[in-house]
T-cell receptor, first 114, second 115 residues
Framework: GENVEQHPSTLSVQEGDSAVIKCTYS??????FPWYKQELGKRPQLIID?????GEKKDQRIAVTLNKTAKHFSLHITETQPEDSAVYFC?????????????FGAGTRLAVHP | DAGITQSPRYKITETGRQVTLMCHQT?????MFWYRQDLGHGLRLIYY???????DKGEVPDGYVVSRSKTENFPLTLESATRSQTSVYFC??????????????FGPGTRLTVL
């Protein structure tokens, strides 16, 4: 079945540094790749997404890149701040009959130290 | 978001008991989903529904039953709870078309403990 692998599982950075989280997916027909942020004790919330016909998308300090050939996509956070500390999940939407379901990675716990 | 709610928020039950987790959304989203979240596994899809009376299995459906008689409600039932079903359960809704790229909005979650 479809699978999404996410690395690293934990990431620790100093405030102001950049953070990069990488994901790979198995279904080459996947066409939508969102990223969710989950703060401690809260629900996951969408922070950025990218479609398969786009190679890069940026929103202020966060950006996502997609390499369809390698089946890789990455989240980049620049100028990290303590409030960026959270668990980040990548996801891929497999093109399986058109249903709008997502397969999530296992998550990356990001800690930003002042 | 107040538009999607789950109840109860916390539940403790015993092995073998039937438990139903409720999910209600006010956005008239076509799609609804149930996930479980366990450390090291991220969010795993249990069941999903594209519309009322249309449901399908996700990655980990064994031991769970769903129904969707109304667009706004999507209850999840554990017919005979097991300890391995101890988890945080999230309901989500989203999407208005089969091939749309719509955000999934998550409910606040239900923390279930099976003793």
């Amino acid at each position: 079945g479809e699978n999404v692998e996410q690395h690293p599982s934990t990431l620790s950075v100093q405030e102001g540094d950049s953070a990069v989280i990488k994901c790979t997916y198995s279904d080459s027909a996947s066409n939508y790749f969102p990223w969710y942020k989950q703060e401690l004790g809260k629900r996951p919330q969408l922070i950025i997404d990218i479609r398969s016909n786009v190679g890069e998308k940026k929103d202020q300090r966060i950006a996502v890149t997609l390499n369809k050939t390698a089946k890789h996509f990455s989240l980049h956070i620049t100028e990290t701040q303590p409030e960026d500390s959270a668990v980040y999940f990548c996801a891929a939407r497999p093109f399986s009959g058109g249903y709008n379901k997502l397969i999530f990675g296992a998550g990356t716990r990001l800690a930003v130290h002042p | 978001d107040a538009g999607i709610t789950q109840s109860p928020r916390y539940k403790i039950t015993e092995t073998g008991r039937q438990v139903t987790l409720m999910c209600h959304q006010t956005w008239s989203h076509s799609y609804m989903f149930w996930y479980r979240q366990d450390l090291g596994h991220g969010l795993r899809l249990i069941y999903y529904s594209a519309a009322a009376d249309i449901t399908d299995k996700g990655e980990v459906p064994d031991g769970y039953v769903v129904s969707r008689s109304k667009t706004e409600n999507f209850p999840l039932t554990l017919e005979s709870a097991t300890r391995s079903q101890t988890s945080v359960y999230f309901c989500a809704s989203g999407g208005s078309g089969t091939f749309s790229y719509n955000e999934q909005f998550f409910g606040p979650g239900t923390r279930l403990t099976v003793l």
